[in-house]
């Protein structure tokens, strides 16, 4: 069984491959200021899961999925996180936050510094 990326709309649900971030799925059907809970999964068509909920979907009906992201949805299921976890590689990916720890003066920057 597969979760699928949906956007839930006053007209319905919009649902995507697994192929396709949330952000990907907005521009396919021209869609602006999507609140974050209104994106989600959907395993049929028909019911939404928010993140959260599509979380605990993965425990119990793919548990061997969950056991691959279960470190890094404690916020709720991002669909390159979902995406990675089934090996399915996605063209618009949702890029996540990403800190870059500050270091040390190296010596790329000395050389910088004599230009």
Do not use: C, W
């Amino acid at each position: 069984m597969n979760l699928r990326p949906a956007i839930k709309t006053p007209n319905g649900l919009i649902i995507g491959e697994i192929s396709d971030s949330h952000i990907a799925l907005m521009k396919k059907n021209k869609l602006k200021d999507v609140d974050d809970v209104d994106k989600g999964f959907t395993p049929n068509g028909k019911i939404f899961l928010d993140r959260k909920k599509a979380v605990e979907f993965l425990k119990k009906y793919e548990p061997f999925i969950y056991k691959k992201v279960k470190g890094e949805v404690a916020e709720g299921l991002h669909t390159h996180i979902y995406a990675k976890a089934k090996g399915v590689e996605m063209e618009n990916e949702e890029e996540p936050l990403r800190i870059i720890p500050v270091q040390e003066k190296n010596d790329f920057e000395e050389g910088i510094s004599e230009i």
